[in-house]
């Protein structure tokens, strides 16, 4: 079966065809995932929250656009999402700590990617790792990162210069 063909089967309400083209496309969700979050556990987390986002809104899907960057954006989204949930958390945790007049240290929450270039992206801000991510190893136009992250095609120019402008810095620096 096409990849089309598949789309039109999920769309009648087959599992098994939205399951292909899942399969497809599995490992690249999984590999921008791990790029945002920086942790295994999270970015395959984030994976299932994108997939079963897509299958209850395999409906709304327009055949006319391409099904890997539909996916890809809702992983993109799914991954901003949980990222802000967890600065949100470890803002009240050391809050908290600061509170009851303790270190404002913050309790680990999975940390940078394996190898350089996962210490790399966590030096950068979500969104900045999400267009960088999304450009580069995605292969997304600015517009289409500006309509995922919903600002502005400059917008999303800026967020990739000041994140290259900070990897070539890192990588001059010798992290």
Same mark, same amino acid.
């Given at each position: 079966?096409?990849?089309?063909?598949?789309?039109?089967?999920?769309?009648?309400? @087959?599992?098994?065809? $939205?399951?292909?083209?899942?399969?497809?496309? =599995?490992?690249?969700?999984? /590999?921008?995932?791990?790029?945002?979050?920086?942790? &295994?556990?999270?970015?395959? @987390?984030?994976?299932?929250?994108?997939? +079963?986002?897509?299958?209850?809104?395999?409906?709304?899907?327009? /055949?006319?656009?391409?099904?890997?960057?539909?996916? +890809?954006?809702?992983?993109?989204?799914?991954?901003? @999402?949980? +990222?802000?949930?967890?600065?949100?958390?470890?803002?009240? $945790?050391?809050?908290?700590?600061?509170?009851?007049?303790?270190?404002?240290?913050?309790?680990?929450?999975?940390?940078?990617?394996?190898?350089?270039?996962?210490?790399?992206?966590?030096?950068?801000?979500?969104?900045?790792?999400?267009?960088?991510? +999304?450009?580069?190893?995605?292969?997304?136009?600015?517009? =289409?990162?500006? @309509?995922?992250?919903?600002?502005? =095609?400059?917008?999303? &120019?800026?967020?990739?210069?000041?994140?290259?402008?900070?990897?070539?810095?890192?990588?001059?620096?010798?992290?």
């Amino acid at each position: 079966m096409t990849e089309s063909e598949l789309i039109r089967s999920a769309q009648l309400g @087959d599992r098994d065809a $939205f399951a292909g083209l899942v399969s497809c496309h =599995e490992k690249k969700l999984l /590999a921008l995932c791990w790029n945002m979050m920086g942790d &295994r556990e999270e970015a395959r @987390d984030a994976a299932q929250d994108a997939m +079963l986002q897509a299958f209850q809104n395999i409906d709304r899907f327009d /055949a006319g656009r391409s099904f890997v960057k539909w996916l +890809l954006g809702i992983g993109a989204k799914r991954c901003l @999402d949980r +990222l802000r949930r967890r600065r949100t958390f470890l803002k009240y $945790f050391q809050d908290y700590g600061r509170e009851r007049g303790q270190p404002a240290a913050a309790p680990a929450m999975g940390g940078p990617g394996d190898g350089r270039a996962g210490r790399l992206l966590q030096k950068l801000s979500p969104r900045e790792r999400a267009a960088i991510s +999304l450009a580069v190893f995605e292969d997304f136009s600015a517009r =289409e990162i500006a @309509d995922l992250q919903g600002c502005s =095609e400059n917008t999303v &120019r800026v967020r990739l210069f000041n994140a290259r402008m900070k990897l070539k810095k890192e990588v001059a620096d010798g992290l």
